[in-house]
């Protein structure tokens, strides 16, 4: 499923009418009508309903919408917001269906506080004013009716895009229709994913309107939302004939004194998500956190001065017997590491995270010209900000683009953790994870998704099948977590031991 800025739905919806000769009134058409088949179920012949249209082509749905609502004896109330006259092009047509087929509308325009004496009345709302073009301060009268549509008690259905929300990131707004739930038309916006934006959608699903994929494509659409049967049909089979080395020998390297816990987790993760041989290499001084917690995994002992690993032990380390290495959960900064030169020779995999990011971010510019597209970086927001030289807000609120931009300008692969985790590779394309709930957001869930995506990359024979598989069962096992427990109970360890359940609910489809 494509994930796409506003601007770039114009142009899919441009391409199909130019190029592949689908018209304007057929696809309104098709669109309207794959939104009242997921709303019809809601509208119940009993419900009073109002559905408020505007000039634009959300209007023009909302005419086809309310036909076919109408048609199966629904009651429904149409009020035209602006004036008749601004109805034009093809929602003018589908006005005109509508009307033809006998039924009336009520102009707003007319007398305004009817619609407002009228709206405590209803039960739900369908908002078709304001479509993804929309962007900063709402005028008159749509800044007066959202307020109104927000204090009521009706439940409230968007089509596509909540009145008054901008369709991408960093887009301004100071309000917008709050709605219960939204019928996004063929693929959803960023905005669906982003923070405070994400709130006013409400449950949102998805209607295909019938437009090829060849127009997504010939647009460059290039992020998708993961999907769950492309997990469950990419989580690759275990061999008959398999054996340990097969499924990839790891190494991970961190942990210290203060952070024991952290490389413990990563470890134990690892092993959970099928890593055949595992080593922990850490300060000789926690040995035995790990061998006590991940007794499958062996151990490398480092050198170690005030609870972390010295630098000249680290970069004495050959790494030659290993596939692929993750890198700097718990270990540390008091240490200057030099990962360019540690990893300078080195062919396979590298995942860094946490205070890896930390020594990372001192010698980027080594990395630039290195460009391996086999590193992946795992940071979240702080960190972040900290490789870009942006503030926290403003990584928050460019998500897409600044994780795309370090990607393609470093050649690593980059996993932007947060609500809706963004994945990004070296070649620009993106693709949005939609599992994971707040019981995430609690230490040790990023030292746990590292030893997952170094334990499901080296599995797979596209190393990005396994980083998009692993992000989607993290947050897979915290949301059947919750199903049994409050969010706010469930620890790191709790998600690791529930990965198993994950996966098998994966192949069975149980979840």
Known sequence: ???????????????????????????????????????????????????????????????????????????????????????????R???????????????????????????????????????????????????????????????????????????????????????????????????????PYADYYGEWTVADIGIPDKAFRACGADCRMRMREEVRTSVPERKADGHKGTYGKGLIIGGSEQMPGAVSLTTRAALRTGTGLL??????DILHIVTGTAAEATCLPLRSDEGEITSGSLAGLDLSPYDGIALGPGM??????????????????????????????????????????????????????MLTGKTIEEVEKNRFTLSREFATEYGMTVVLKGAYTIVSDPDGRQWVNPTGNPALAKGGSGDTLTGMILAAALQSNDPIEGVLNAVYVHGLAADQLILERHEASVTASDVIEQFPFALASLKKQLY
């Not at 039924?103 to 004496?117: G, K, Q």
């Not at 409230?156 to 929300?165: F, H, K, M, R």
């Open 1 to 91: 499923m494509y994930v796409v800025t506003g601007e770039r739905m114009r142009q899919i919806d441009r391409y199909t009418m130019d190029q592949i000769g689908i018209s304007e009134t057929t696809l309104m058409e098709s669109a309207g009508t794959a939104a009242f088949r997921q709303i019809k179920s809601i509208v119940k012949p009993e419900s009073r309903t109002a559905v408020l249209i505007g000039a634009g082509n959300n209007g023009g749905d909302g005419f086809v919408i309310t036909r076919h609502l109408k048609e199966r004896g629904a009651a429904v109330d149409v009020w035209i917001i602006p004036p008749l006259e601004k109805i034009q092009g093809t929602a």
């Open 279 to 284: 080593t922990a290499a850490l300060p000789e």
């Open 93 to 195: 047509v589908h006005m005109d269906i509508y009307t033809s087929s006998g039924h009336s509308c009520l102009s707003f325009s007319d007398d305004p506080d009817e619609l407002f004496r009228a709206l405590p009345g209803y039960t739900c709302i369908i908002d078709a004013m304001l479509g993804t073009g929309v962007e900063g301060p709402l005028r008159e009268p749509y800044d007066r009716i959202v307020k109104e549509v927000n204090g009521s008690r009706a439940e409230v259905i968007a089509i596509d895009i909540p009145s008054g929300l901008p369709a991408e990131e960093n887009g301004s707004f100071d309000d917008a229709v709050k709605a219960d739930r939204t019928v996004v038309l063929q693929a959803p916006k960023e905005t669906a994913f982003l923070y």
């Open 332 to 385: 540390g900064r008091r240490h200057p590491y030099s990962l360019s030169r540690l990893f300078d020779g080195f062919g396979g995999l590298v995942v860094i995270d946490a205070d890896g990011l930390y020594h990372l971010a001192r010698e980027l510019g080594d990395w630039r010209q290195k460009r391996k597209a086999s590193v992946i970086i795992t940071p979240h927001p702080g960190e972040m900000a």
